[in-house]
């Protein structure tokens, strides 16, 4: 989906909210539909993550090719110092003396129907 369509889209959504067509649920997700496609269209083979843990990056939705690069985003998307941080085997991101700001997170990938 180009932008364009993507634009149309969001448009014919929030028309059929104002003519009373839709509620503003069904209308939440249908934009969110929409501009989910557009973002894992626009960024290729990516899938969506999560991520799930300390302030300020819990909740943070990324789309990425995989979970180290979701991870890298949601910390870089954060403005997160990440000078000092280590990648372990288990996902997580260990916060070093030096660097206590680094949030500790781990990123899941988000389902279609989320």
Same mark, same amino acid.
């Given at each position: 989906?180009?932008?364009?369509?993507?634009?149309?889209?969001?448009?014919?959504?929030?028309?059929?909210?104002?003519?009373?067509?839709?509620? /503003?649920?069904?209308?939440?997700?249908?934009?969110?539909?929409?501009?989910? +496609?557009?973002? +894992?269209?626009?960024?290729?083979?990516?899938?969506?993550?999560?991520?799930?843990?300390?302030?300020?990056?819990?909740?943070?939705?990324?789309?990425?090719?995989?979970?180290?690069?979701?991870?890298?985003?949601? =910390?870089? =998307?954060?403005?997160?110092?990440?000078?000092?941080?280590?990648? +372990?085997?288990? /996902?997580?991101?260990?916060?070093?003396?030096?660097?206590?700001?680094?949030?500790?997170?781990?990123?899941?990938?988000?389902?279609?129907?989320?």
């Amino acid at each position: 989906m180009d932008r364009i369509s993507a634009i149309r889209n969001v448009e014919d959504a929030l028309r059929a909210f104002e003519n009373g067509e839709a509620d /503003l649920a069904d209308t939440e997700r249908r934009v969110a539909a929409v501009l989910r +496609t557009y973002a +894992t269209e626009f960024d290729g083979d990516g899938d969506v993550f999560r991520a799930v843990g300390d302030e300020p990056v819990d909740g943070r939705v990324v789309v990425a090719p995989s979970a180290p690069a979701a991870r890298e985003r949601v =910390l870089a =998307l954060s403005e997160v110092d990440v000078s000092d941080v280590e990648e +372990t085997d288990s /996902l997580r991101y260990v916060i070093s003396d030096e660097n206590d700001a680094v949030p500790d997170f781990e990123v899941e990938r988000v389902s279609e129907s989320e």
